[in-house]
């Protein structure tokens, strides 16, 4: 495939038309699910799967170092610029060129997870512009500028996150954040009320809604379940024994909920026997993933909504943040591929984009200027 400058084609136009009259009967997305694992060495991977119901039509994409980015405000105008100081990769969605999960040249990492019914943006009308991102912004403003989650928890008290309509689509999306550092460190930012909850997460996982304060205080109903069998219960003489492997797991939800899901991914990678280095725990984490694949039809809407679209996963990506390697596999094509910044300029003058075909069978992504 050649290279290209990134410009939205005829194709990625008819498609935004179409999703914006889709958007009405659309169901939440509330399928997301991340966490980190570690290896043996220390060396952290962050794994995650992207969740809708339409074509978000995502491309790999790659931002080189001081390359000019625009923040958005209201009515889609751009509002203030920021220069990048880290290159970054991941993935975009509708054509345009902001990360909705990646990773930076510093090994910082992260995503934006679907975060309905309980997230509260800053009002534009009050937030000051000039230090206002828009929910689809903050994950590349933080990726390009930051090193560590520590770097960015100290930053945070200088912006915002405003409640404005993505142009596109024609709604304000409801998001909050996952990060995740070649440390081994974690957090999650939430905008609640108006302003940004920030938790350290010393566990690594994080779904969606209810916020992560909720999720963390529901772990007290698990505190029995254990890798480990369960020892034979003896009554009157008699050994009661399970029925096979797994019984310390009896009773760990297996529903697709967000609350659900979160207590399985922690058990999945609490429980993983680690791998020696990054690159081999890449493919442990694609394993633990594979548990949260929604195929088509498995989360169908109510009776009354037989119109709406079906939620699938889209696609998975996993980060090595030590090894700079990002990877990501799609519904249609389940070979891992991958996106490995040594291979590219990262001083460069425009940005890169790679799309996710089905058909490539080639195991690193395709690039061509945006």
């Known amino acids: 495939m050649t290279l290209r400058r990134h410009k939205k084609s005829a194709l990625a136009k008819f498609a935004v038309f179409i ?41 790999a994409i790659v931002i080189p170092r001081q390359f ?10 751009p509002s203030w610029n920021w220069k990048t100081r880290y290159a970054a990769v991941g993935l975009s969605a509708f054509g345009q ?63 915002s996150i405003i409640g404005i309509t993505e142009p ?7 998001f909050h954040y996952t990060l995740h550092d070649a440390g081994g460190s974690s957090l999650v930012i939430e905008p609640v009320g108006g302003k940004l909850k920030v938790y350290d997460n010393p566990l690594g996982v994080l779904t969606n809604s209810p916020t992560f304060d909720w999720h963390m205080t529901n772990l007290r109903n698990y505190v029995k379940l254990s890798p480990v069998n369960a020892e034979p219960l003896k009554i009157d003489g008699e050994t009661i024994s399970s029925f096979g492997q797994g019984s310390g797991l009896l009773g760990i939800p297996g529903d697709p909920t967000p609350p659900s ?9 609490l429980s993983a026997k680690p791998r020696p280095d990054g690159a ?35 696609w998975t990506a996993i980060a090595d943040l030590r090894g700079k390697r990002y990877y990501v596999k799609t519904y249609d094509n389940q070979m891992l591929r991958h996106i490995d910044f040594s291979s590219f300029d990262l001083n460069a003058k425009s940005i890169r984009v790679a799309p996710l075909e089905p058909e490539s069978s080639v195991p690193a992504l395709q690039f061509r200027k945006r």
């Open 261 to 269: 899901r979160f207590v399985r991914a922690l058990g999945f990678a």
């Open 19 to 59: 999703l914006a009259g889709q958007l009405a009967a659309l169901p939440a997305a509330q399928a997301c699910t991340s966490f980190l694992i570690k290896a043996a060495d220390g060396s952290p991977v962050y794994g995650r799967t992207m969740e809708f119901g339409f074509q978000l039509h995502s491309e």
């Open 97 to 159: 060129p902001v990360i909705t999960d990646g990773m930076n040249e510093k090994g910082l990492g992260g995503g934006i997870l679907y975060f309905p019914d309980y997230v509260g943006y800053a009002d534009p009308a009050t937030a000051d512009s000039a230090h206002a991102l828009a929910p689809w912004d903050f994950l590349t403003w933080v990726l390009t500028n930051f090193a560590t989650v520590a770097e960015v928890k100290a930053a945070l008290a200088e912006i």
């Open 280 to 314: 081999q725990t890449v493919r442990l984490a694609e394993h633990i993933l594979n548990n949260f694949d929604i195929p088509v039809g498995f989360i169908q809407p109510d009776a009354s909504d037989k119109a709406a679209p079906l939620e699938f996963t889209q």
């Open 168 to 174: 596109t689509l024609g709604i304000t999306p409801p």
């Open 68 to 77: 000019t980015l625009a923040a958005t405000g209201p009515g889609g105008k």
